[in-house]
Structures are given as C-alpha cells and as structure tokens.
C-alpha cells in the first residue's frame, strides 16, 4: 500500500501545474463600446475577475488594460498572447511579450503596437490572453473570447472617428511662431490655435488661458518688449474674436529676455519671436497671481 501511494505521488508531482483561469462563458461573452470626444473603449466583462479593454485617446492610439475588481494575480511580469482558437487547428499562439502587473485596478497597459497586434488577432478568431506565473509555479490566465468581435469593432471605430485630434497634455502648450517680423498671425499660427479653441468648446472645464509673448534681439529693448506686447495682444485678439471672455485670458510680455535659441542667426531670431500660449482649468474661485493680472493690466493700457 504504501509503494502504491508513492508511485501515485510521483506520477501527480510530475503533471504541470494547472492553471487558474478566469473566461467569461462563451454564451455570454460580449463586447461594450463606450465613448465621447476624448476617448473610446471597447471592453469585455470577465465573470469573476474584471474586464479587458481597448482605449484610445484623443491624439494617440489604442492601448489594451486589464482591470481587475480584486488582487486575483500578483505582481510582475506577465506574458501577453493572440492565442489560437482550439477550432483553428495548426495555429499556434502568437507571444507578443511581457507586462508588468500593477497593484491597481489597472492591472497593466500595453504599448500601442501590442494593442494593435491583439485587434488584428481578434478579428482573425485569436483570443487576448494574460499568463501570469507566480514565484511557487502557479499559472493565472485571464482570456477574452472573440465572440461578437467584429460588429464591436465597427461600432468602435465610428467612436474613434469622432475623436479630437489632440488631448489635454498635448494641446494645453503651443508656441505660436511669428516667422515674419511683424505681429500677423499666419495660416500655421491660426491652424494652432484654431485647434486649442476647438478643445476649449468641447470641454468647458478648460476655462483660462495664459499668454506670453516674446521677441528677438533685432531692435532695442523698449522696441522688443512692445513688438512681444503687440504678438500676445494679436494672439487674445483671435480668441476674443472667436467667443473667449477677457476675463478667461492672462497676458504677459518679456521681450527678448527670454530666448529659446541664441540670437546669432535668422532662424535662431525666427524661433525666439513667439507666443506661449497655456490652456488651464481654473475653479471660480480662484484667480490669477497678482504679477500676472498686473502684467495684464499694464498690456491692456500701453
């Protein structure tokens, strides 16, 4: 009896861990699309565990996040699978490699390249897959099923199209050049802000604007400073014009003070004449630093 236990002992020692996998059933597996201006998600709930999902920003691509409503799988490193269907026989499992598993609801996000290979493997049948493998052998799996894929995706990408071409980190800056050496807004300048106004119409929250303008070394300095005066007035003028209160926009000038790139060629004098212009949310209840509104005020009457 007890060589027998031995020999079954041995036998169970020698099988692969199994896995722990978490996978919504097949018969209600669904694909959600979610969205607005600023970002799209499509996302799958898996039962017991969380969702996966596909997001897009405003100005970026798709990346793919795992969510989880609990600690389900450790920390680390994770390997990241299109894995073939089992009614795809001869297909192997493509290895798009390793994530690193956070400690939050957002277990991971993927680059936009992985991200990208998963769509394309599930439109073919393939199935997102996260394998994790904890330090005493254990194996944690988390699959999404391709079901209803498709017909997801179509609607997913009609969100996509309607997506700003930028989001807040990258439009809250602009420098708005002034190649020439006057104080016209040209067709690029004007595309500029164009766009940062189009952000402001479609999120109210973003309700301030601060400006700053700057010049060259080419003339004297009171010339300088009123030229930097004149680009920033011109920049609160095509905002003004287009709908922006006064109020929502903080004016600064600074002359040549503050170069971007020495003085000492014409394409070096083209980049220093310029306007920063900074979109910010500010509560009602606060207001611009004394410098800054006295700075604005002195812009106003000069």
């Given at each position: 009896?007890?060589?027998?236990?031995?020999?079954?002992?041995s036998?169970?020692?020698?099988?692969?861990?199994?896995?722990?996998?978490?996978q919504?059933?097949?018969?209600?597996s669904?694909?959600t699309v979610?969205?607005?201006k600023?970002?799209?998600r499509?996302t799958q709930?898996?039962?017991?565990?969380?969702?996966?999902?596909?997001?897009?920003r405003?100005?970026?691509?798709?990346?793919?996040?795992?969510?989880?409503?609990?600690?389900?799988?450790?920390?680390?490193s994770?390997t990241?699978?299109?894995?073939?269907?089992?009614?795809?026989?001869g297909r192997?499992?493509?290895?798009?490699?390793?994530?690193?598993?956070?400690s939050?609801?957002?277990?991971?996000?993927s680059?936009?390249?992985?991200?990208?290979?998963?769509i394309?493997?599930?439109?073919?049948?393939?199935?997102?897959v996260?394998?994790h493998?904890?330090?005493?052998?254990?194996?944690?799996?988390?699959?999404l099923?391709?079901?209803?894929f498709n017909?997801?995706f179509?609607e997913?990408q009609g969100?996509?199209?309607?997506?700003?071409p930028?989001?807040f980190?990258?439009?809250?800056q602009?420098?708005?050049?002034?190649?020439?050496?006057?104080?016209?807004?040209?067709?690029?300048?004007?595309?500029?802000?164009?766009?940062?106004?189009?952000?402001?119409?479609?999120?109210?929250?973003?309700?301030?604007i601060?400006?700053d303008g700057?010049?060259?070394?080419s003339?004297n300095?009171l010339?300088?400073?009123?030229?930097?005066?004149r680009?920033?007035?011109a920049?609160?003028?095509f905002?003004?014009?287009?709908?922006?209160q006064?109020?929502?926009?903080?004016?600064?000038?600074?002359?040549?003070?503050?170069?971007l790139?020495?003085?000492?060629?014409?394409?070096?004098?083209?980049?220093?004449?310029?306007?920063?212009?900074?979109?910010a949310?500010?509560?009602?209840?606060?207001?611009?630093?004394?410098?800054?509104t006295a700075t604005?005020?002195?812009?106003?009457?000069?």
């Open positions: 009896m007890r060589q027998r236990y031995l020999v079954l002992l036998v169970f020692a020698s099988l692969p861990a199994m896995a722990l996998t978490f919504t059933r097949l018969e209600s669904e694909w979610e969205g607005d600023f970002e799209c499509l709930p898996i039962t017991d565990f969380g969702s996966g999902e596909f997001v897009r405003a100005g970026e691509q798709a990346t793919f996040r795992l969510n989880s409503d609990s600690a389900m799988i450790g920390g680390g994770a990241l699978l299109a894995a073939a269907a089992p009614w795809q026989p192997g499992d493509i290895n798009l490699g390793a994530v690193q598993i956070g939050g609801n957002v277990l991971f996000n680059s936009h390249v992985q991200a990208g290979r998963l394309s493997g599930l439109m073919d049948g393939r199935s997102p996260v394998r493998y904890s330090g005493d052998g254990r194996v944690s799996e988390v699959r099923l391709p079901v209803k017909k997801a179509n997913y969100c996509v199209a309607k997506l700003l930028k989001n980190e990258q439009i809250r602009s420098r708005i050049g002034f190649p020439g050496e006057g104080i016209e807004l040209d067709a690029q300048a004007r595309a500029q802000l164009q766009m940062m106004l189009a952000f402001m119409q479609a999120d109210p929250t973003v309700n301030h601060e400006l700057h010049s060259d070394n003339g300095r010339t300088n400073r009123d030229l930097s005066r680009r920033a007035l920049v609160m003028e905002f003004k014009a287009n709908g922006v006064a109020s929502q926009i903080t004016l600064r000038f600074h002359g040549e003070r503050y170069p790139a020495p003085n000492t060629t014409a394409a070096n004098r083209a980049k220093n004449r310029r306007v920063i212009v900074q979109l949310r500010v509560a009602p209840t606060e207001k611009p630093s004394p410098r800054a604005a005020s002195a812009a106003s009457t000069s």
